[in-house]
């Protein structure tokens, strides 16, 4: 991997994670100010039960914001769960089966998905008769 594709990869993933604290701070100070009216439109201290209808964007908008934070830090491509992570699974799975791997697993970036097969070959792979399309 050159200096520049590190650089674009590392730039991506810290605006990943500005995304997700722009997005908590968006949340938790909404919040706070629907908490705010909800507590001076229901009677503030003199009223004996107020009726928390904050709770519902609260535990709604929270969800989303958790689930943000996951998607950042737990099943990015660099997160706990990552491509390392998949790497070692692989290279785990692959030695429990009895398949000796080489330690050096390329990465997605490494392959090349744009191989294909000519034509002719995959015609030769794939026996049939044209009446079986019918």
């Not at 722009?22 to 706070?32: K, M, T």
């Not at 990015?76 to 992570?85: F, I, Q, T």
Request: hydrophobic share 45%; glycine share 6%.
């Amino acid at each position: 991997m050159s200096n520049e594709e590190a650089y674009n990869k590392i730039q991506k993933r810290v605006k990943q994670k500005k995304g997700f604290y722009l997005h908590f701070g968006v949340y938790v100070i909404i919040i706070i100010f629907l908490a705010l009216i909800n507590w001076l439109t229901s009677g503030g201290v003199n009223y004996r039960h107020i009726d928390w209808w904050v709770a519902f964007p609260a535990v709604c908008w929270g969800t989303a914001v958790a689930i943000h934070g996951l998607a950042v830090f737990i099943f990015s491509a660099d997160g706990l769960l990552g491509e390392e992570w998949e790497n070692k699974k692989i290279a785990a799975e692959m030695e429990k089966r009895g398949y000796s791997i080489d330690q050096s697993i390329p990465s997605r970036e490494e392959l090349d998905i744009n191989q294909h097969l000519d034509l002719k070959e995959v015609q030769k792979q794939i026996n049939y008769d044209e009446q079986d399309l019918v």
